[in-house]
């Protein structure tokens, strides 16, 4: 009879695992390899595209929401200026808030007269997605982790740590994890520049000094004074 029983406890025990282990890959919405999330991230940093004049905006687009492209012409005093030049080639995917685009839909948006880029504000952040424009394509600092990972749509930064495992130690760190603020902002870390596990290259956009997708590099302690948290997704393979 006690073998009986623990027989079943034991078959319970294994079906409970497994259920819990199904329900934790449901959790992952894609699986995708180191090497494919840094391919992705360097095709936006090396994305070579033409506007026209048609693709710059200042003003309110046609849903009431304000839009700037980060053209050379734009010069604010309060932020950074813009960079691209119309008929001119340009390297790398400019910001935008809210977007979400690949290269590919990209250079179709901008065929079809959309604008290129728009810069972060404070009233955007404050707004949210009520600020993204529909008529502007580019990609923002989540956007492009969510792009990399393989994600089917844009996770903010309010939403990336709950797909991922936290990295508390940071020699541990892997091209691929991220470095995020929450309600703010995320970096791709793509490996460390000095041996002594101080400075670290990332992959993000929209970051000084450009508005667009770049490889900055910073002090990790840069990063862990603003508040910075190291994740890992679940779903990247080695």
Same mark, same amino acid.
């Given at each position: 009879?006690?073998?009986?029983?623990l027989?079943a406890?034991?078959?319970?025990?294994a079906?409970?695992?497994?259920?819990?282990?199904?329900?934790?890959?449901?959790?992952?919405p894609?699986?995708?390899?180191r090497?494919e999330?840094?391919?992705?991230?360097?095709?936006?940093?090396?994305?070579?595209?033409?506007?026209?004049?048609?693709?710059? *905006?200042?003003?309110?687009?046609?849903?009431?929401?304000?839009?700037?492209? /980060?053209?050379?012409?734009?010069?604010?005093?309060?932020t950074?200026?813009?960079?691209?030049q119309?008929?001119?080639?340009?390297?790398?995917l400019?910001?935008?808030? #809210?977007? *979400?685009?690949?290269?590919?839909?990209?250079?179709?948006?901008?065929?079809?007269?959309?604008?290129?880029?728009?810069?972060?504000?404070?009233?955007?952040?404050?707004?949210?997605?009520?600020?993204v424009?529909?008529?502007a394509? #580019?990609?923002?600092?989540?956007?492009?982790?969510?792009?990399?990972?393989?994600?089917?749509?844009?996770?903010?930064?309010r939403?990336?740590?709950?797909?991922?495992?936290?990295?508390?130690?940071?020699?541990?760190?892997? /091209? #691929?994890?991220?470095f995020?603020?929450?309600n703010?902002?995320?970096?791709?870390?793509?490996?460390?520049?000095?041996?002594?596990?101080?400075?670290?290259?990332?992959y993000?956009?929209?970051? /000084?000094?450009?508005?667009?997708?770049?490889?900055?590099?910073? /002090?990790?302690?840069?990063?862990?004074?603003?508040?910075?948290?190291?994740?890992?997704?679940?779903?990247?393979t080695?």
């Amino acid at each position: 009879m006690l073998t009986s029983v623990l027989a079943a406890c034991t078959r319970a025990a294994a079906l409970i695992v497994l259920l819990e282990s199904a329900v934790r890959a449901e959790e992952v919405p894609s699986r995708v390899a180191r090497r494919e999330v840094i391919a992705t991230a360097d095709r936006y940093v090396r994305h070579v595209w033409k506007p026209t004049e048609r693709n710059v *905006f200042h003003g309110v687009d046609p849903n009431g929401v304000r839009v700037d492209t /980060p053209d050379a012409a734009f010069q604010p005093k309060d932020t950074r200026p813009g960079w691209w030049q119309p008929r001119k080639s340009n390297a790398g995917l400019p910001y935008m808030w #809210g977007g *979400f685009d690949t290269p590919e839909s990209f250079d179709a948006a901008l065929r079809a007269g959309k604008y290129a880029g728009d810069i972060y504000t404070e009233e955007k952040r404050r707004l949210l997605d009520a600020a993204v424009s529909k008529h502007a394509t #580019g990609i923002d600092c989540s956007g492009l982790i969510s792009r990399c990972w393989k994600l089917s749509r844009s996770y903010s930064t309010r939403e990336l740590a709950a797909l991922c495992e936290p990295v508390t130690e940071f020699a541990q760190l892997k /091209p #691929g994890d991220i470095f995020n603020l929450h309600n703010a902002h995320v970096l791709m870390f793509a490996g460390w520049t000095d041996a002594k596990r101080e400075r670290l290259s990332a992959y993000e956009a929209g970051s /000084p000094p450009t508005w667009k997708v770049l490889i900055n590099t910073m /002090p990790l302690r840069f990063l862990l004074d603003q508040g910075y948290t190291a994740w890992r997704y679940r779903g990247i393979t080695d």
